[in-house]
């Protein structure tokens, strides 16, 4: 989950800073976002693909404000 | 006529009885609402005060718009019953869609506990009806995540259809970044839908309400509320 672009991220500005202050000036921005982990059971990756998206739009990230992105892997559990 | 303000209790809510004795001194009977309960308890108005609902997990109010009391919150909204969201309150209103727009981390990434003032922007519905639109009102403001925003073109509707209700301000009622403590969108304090009946404010209306505490402009909205509730 990240801030849509539009959105001001105060958090990563302010890491940002910190890294200058650092030593790294090379920085040009920030963005501080949000990881969630999710075990799941699922017949097939598809049907899990569009499980986990309901589940990003509905619950774990907030459309007004967020954007999100999800990646599946197979624990084999 | 004595009206019944319900006031909205959740996991790590706050403020319930700062609202308890704010309703009494307005002249109102105060009830608790219970999250896990999906009933009113004869409730006219609905009050979700602040706190940190559900400690705040996933996002504010997030997880707080599932309980099944505000099923019938929104009943209640939906059928036009007054709902005033009070900071915590009003992030649980952005969640649950009841009102537009989003509360994100203040842009000093501090808490702000602070007195504020507020200038009255539109005077309509419950709850801003019995005041007049550009009256400066004080009162305090206690959050870290408090900064509103809408998206652009939201923000237009919003202002075109005097969804906006409360804006900071100086003590005159001049806006300017130096009085926004949060850096909330075009200073915005407090909305409402587009009906006027649900309200939210970052604000703690309950926390001026008597000589003691600074101010009792909170007092003054409650009690002008109440005034302009149509008789049952």
Known sequence: MTL??????PQGLAVTQGLHALGYPEVRGTRVGKHIQLTLVAQDRQSAESRVEEMCR????NGVIEDFHFQLSETGA | MTWRCGIAVFPGTWSERD???WVELAGGDPVMLWHAEPELKGADVVILPGGFAHGDYLRTGAI?????????VREHALAGGPVLGICNGFQILCEAQLLPGALLRNSCLQFRCQTTHLRVEVSRGPFLSGLEAGEVLQMPISHGEGRYYAPPEQLRELEAGGQVA?????????????????GSLRHIAGVMNAEG?????????????????GSEDGLQLLRAALAVLAPR
């Open chain 2, 166 to 182: 409360l804006r900071y301000c100086g003590p005159s009622g001049d806006l300017g970044d130096q009085h926004n403590p949060n």
């Open chain 2, 197 to 213: 009946n649900v309200l939210g404010m970052m604000p703690h209306p309950e926390r001026a309400c008597e000589p003691l505490l």
């Open chain 1, 58 to 61: 509905r619950l774990l990230c």
């Open chain 2, 64 to 72: 707080a718009r599932f309980a099944p009391l505000m099923a019938a």
């Open chain 1, 4 to 9: 849509k672009p539009v959105v001001n991220d």
């Open chain 2, 19 to 21: 609202c308890a004795h």
